[in-house]
């Protein structure tokens, strides 16, 4: 499968609007990072988008996402899910709605906050997003494809991450929980929160993305959710073999195939969150 960064930056965008700092006005444009998003190519030919940034539409066109066929959700903070009124042009496209899965907080937050979506007295002039809100219980197929849900600590906030064959996304995190880790265990690429140097209450910083990248130990690792604190080549220079910051447009190729222990840690981690 094919994976594209759609989006690595924190919720501001990165140029910060008003800002004249180094990384603001790099010529670099790595530099540059919209809304975070990643989208991935399944071998089938199908397109899964993680989360619908509010940048979504600029960043269809500019990297040629012609179908979306379903969508995830990590979480309902605004700069992951502003994007969904854009997906309508799939609707009108693939004449149907979109499969939206994430957890049911999630998907409560997104019926609230796009309620004249959902609410049957809205006139249809305009056309409206079709969304299909599926809740998610645990590790699930599309197509021939296993996506297994990986339970995260974005401060408080219980959100989710993916992990779909040796690909790993942990958007918005600042504490992996004790459960989670087994279900990291043989990955190709990580993808990992890493938002500034210093010490945040919500997101990894730098350090403790790299202490976690260690553990976790994955072929590849790439930072995302990034500020204008961190500029894109200074700050690779100083990360470990293996780890860089993701930037916008970047594209991986990773194998799809879910190997057998990551779901069956996803099933006995399924279970001790039932009981
Ligand atoms: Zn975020
Ligand atoms: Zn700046
Ligand atoms: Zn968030």
Not at 10 to 31: A, K, L, N
Not at 219 to 233: G, V
Request: hydrophobic residues 40%; contains cysteine; proline residues 6%.
């Amino acid at each position: 499968m094919r994976v594209t960064f759609l989006g690595t930056g924190t919720s501001t965008g990165v140029p910060v609007i008003g800002c004249t700092c180094d990384t603001c006005r790099s010529s670099d444009p790595r530099d540059t990072r919209c809304r975070p998003s990643v989208a991935v190519r399944l071998d089938d030919g199908t397109t899964v988008l993680v989360d619908a940034s509010p940048d979504l539409r600029a960043q269809a066109l500019r990297h040629d996402l012609d179908r979306v066929d379903l969508i995830l959700l990590t979480h309902s903070h605004a700069d992951h899910v502003l994007g969904l009124d854009d997906v309508r042009i799939y609707n009108f496209r693939q004449r149907g709605a979109i499969p939206c899965q994430g957890d049911a907080r999630t998907l409560a937050d997104v019926r609230r906050m796009f309620a004249y979506v959902f609410d049957p007295r809205t006139p249809q002039g305009g056309g409206l997003p079709q969304l299909s809100l599926c809740p998610i219980g645990g590790p699930f197929s599309f197509g021939r494809t296993v996506f297994v849900p990986v339970p995260l600590r974005h401060g408080t906030l219980p959100i989710l991450g993916y992990r779909v064959g040796a690909f790993a996304y942990l958007t918005d995190c600042s504490e992996i929980p004790d459960s989670s880790w087994s279900q990291l265990q043989g990955l190709d690429v990580l993808v990992i929160d890493a938002l500034r140097r210093r010490k945040h209450s919500t997101h990894f910083s730098v350090d403790e993305a790299v202490e976690a990248a260690g553990r976790i130990g994955a072929a590849r690792t790439f930072f995302t959710h990034i500020s204008h604190d961190l500029r894109h080549e200074e700050t690779c220079s100083t990360l470990p073999d293996g780890v860089a910051l993701a930037h916008d447009g970047l594209e991986l190729t990773v194998d799809e195939t879910t190997p057998d222990s990551a779901l069956a840690a996803a099933a006995v981690q399924l279970a001790a969150m039932h009981e």
